[in-house]
């Protein structure tokens, strides 16, 4: 790969940097429009039946928006990429490499981290940030009816709270933790799929594996760029 | 003057996890040769093709293609060199996500800068050369065993490579169509001018393929030579081997069912 630039080469095919962002960022749109919808809505729900009782619901708009931006847009996309993308990339490169077409790719003077990894990393890096966007987007709209339903927040009320909220460190925060990651998933996803041993169910572990350990990585990295954020930026 | 092997392993030991499988093999490939491997199973035929294509690193020993030595080399020169040289797997590895005419196609559309109409048409080709002409458009798992591996030679032959290796070209087919298999490494390295490294452990390939023969046993390479000078070996193990008999030193050296 470091060769292709060296070369002047771009270090992936851009045909296959295509296919693989039409499947990772196009096809995740629903699951991730969804989930982030009735945990959006959820989230509203609870927080101003408490916020109900102290008389401050009108926060319900500013805590949705710069929670699901900073922190939950993210995670949720982190966790959601992970479990839908990340398996299927290791039990692809995992399939591949049990059944010698990894190496026959290797044999050919095709390096397998041009052709296999590298369009696979840069497709998942991209599409985070932008589902990490459709994220915020759907939670802010389920939000936005419940409170209207159950709280009688209007939503014009609710969206110009939540742009008066939200700053652009808020949103440039929540972009670049998304894109990082993603690197995270598809490293620890396509590094598990390369380094399949024992057929089938060698296959079905590393997959296990790759999804336990992404999930856990995203909400470990998470939490430690929280501690290091509230620690160094009071 | 001798010929300058186009493939040289000079001494070539390697061990998995401290246990030898090859220890201390000395083997020129000449060009033009149609070099056939034989061995038991498991006992590193393929591991010795590994070796050659700079996949599997020697323990020592060097292994030389011309005057390059292949364990040495950086990764970009080690994919220049195996761009010259085709490998046809076992069980054919073609890419199960592509079908026939990407299988093809691959090799050229990443590793030359030739235009797109030009690759069709040396897929078609190449197709043709193997006798699987029309098939461009099907997927490897609609294709039998037979015309898998004729794929995967199709593909091998993409770059017009000086040297290609094939890792049990019959395995797994019946006799007709390893006979077919035969006529077409056979026909298509003589058309082409290219040598050949077949590992196998089938006697009926071996002695219609071969040109010349090498027996691997017991990580060391016993005999050496034309297909007649192996059929009136004296060797007891190369006997045993070139007749199947159940009774000979292979056999005295395998652990004892009851004992293990």
Redesign the interface.
């Given at each position: 790969m470091a060769?292709s630039v060296r070369r002047g080469r771009l270090p992936f095919?851009p045909s296959a940097l295509f296919i693989q962002t039409d499947r990772t960022a196009v096809g995740s749109v629903p699951l991730v429009l969804m989930v982030s919808f009735f945990l959006g809505l959820t989230m509203a729900l609870l927080t101003g039946y408490q916020l109900e009782k102290f008389g401050v619901e009108r926060l319900i708009p500013s805590l949705i928006a710069i929670a699901f931006t900073r922190e939950l847009g993210p995670l949720i996309t982190g966790i959601v990429l992970a479990a839908r993308i990340g398996a299927a990339f290791t039990a692809?490169l995992g399939?591949?490499q049990v059944?010698?077409?990894v190496?026959?790719?290797?044999?050919?003077?095709?390096?397998p981290l041009?052709?296999l990894v590298a369009p696979r990393l840069v497709a998942i890096v991209g599409a985070m940030p932008c589902l990490s966007v459709c994220s915020v987007i759907a939670a802010l709209i389920g939000s936005c009816l419940i409170s209207w339903v159950t709280l009688n927040i209007v939503p014009a009320f609710f969206f110009d709270a939540v742009l008066s909220s939200l700053l652009v460190n808020d949103i440039v925060t929540g972009f670049f933790k998304a894109a990082f990651f993603g690197l995270v998933i598809g490293l620890i996803a396509c590094f598990k799929g390369l380094t399949v041993q024992g057929g089938a169910e060698g296959v079905g572990r590393a997959t296990t594996g790759s999804v336990v350990m992404a999930i856990t990585s995203v909400i470990g990295f998470d939490s430690l760029f929280n501690i290091i954020v509230t620690q160094y930026t009071k | 003057m001798t010929e300058t092997p186009l493939v040289h392993l000079n001494q070539v030991v390697l061990a998995f996890s401290g246990r030898p499988v090859l220890n201390g093999i000395e083997l020129k490939i000449f060009p033009r040769d149609r070099l056939v491997i034989l061995g038991q199973s498991g006992g590193g035929k393929s591991t010795m093709l590994r070796l050659i294509?700079g996949?599997l690193k020697p323990t020592a020993g060097e292994i030389k293609y011309k005057h390059l030595r292949v364990n040495r080399l950086s990764?970009?020169k080690?994919?220049?060199?195996?761009?010259r040289?085709g490998?046809v797997?076992q069980?054919s590895?073609?890419?199960?996500?592509l079908n026939v005419r990407d299988n093809l196609a691959?090799?050229a559309?990443?590793?030359g800068h030739k235009p797109e109409s030009e690759i069709e048409k040396l897929v078609e080709e190449k197709l043709a050369l193997v006798g699987m002409s029309g098939t461009e458009s099907k997927m490897p798992s609609e294709l039998s065993g037979g015309m898998r591996k004729r794929v995967s030679l199709a593909r091998a032959l993409m770059l017009d490579p000086e040297l290609i290796l094939f890792d049990e070209p019959s395995a797994g087919l019946d006799p007709v169509m390893s006979s077919v298999i035969d006529e077409l490494i056979i026909n298509l390295t003589e058309k082409t001018n290219t040598t050949s490294v077949i590992v196998t452990h089938e006697m009926d390939s071996a002695f219609r393929i071969a040109t010349r023969i090498a027996m691997l046993y017991q990580g060391a390479i016993i005999q050496d030579g034309s297909p007649e000078e192996l059929k009136s070996s004296e060797d007891p193990v190369v006997r045993q081997f070139v007749t199947g008999g159940v009774e000979g030193p292979m056999t005295e050296q395998l652990p004892d069912a009851n004992n293990t």
């Open positions: 060769d095919r692809e399939t591949m059944a010698e077409e190496e026959a790719i290797e044999a050919m003077g095709i390096g041009r052709f | 294509l996949i990764r970009s080690l994919n220049l060199l195996r761009s040289i490998m797997y069980y590895a073609l890419i199960s996500s691959l090799p559309r990443e590793l």
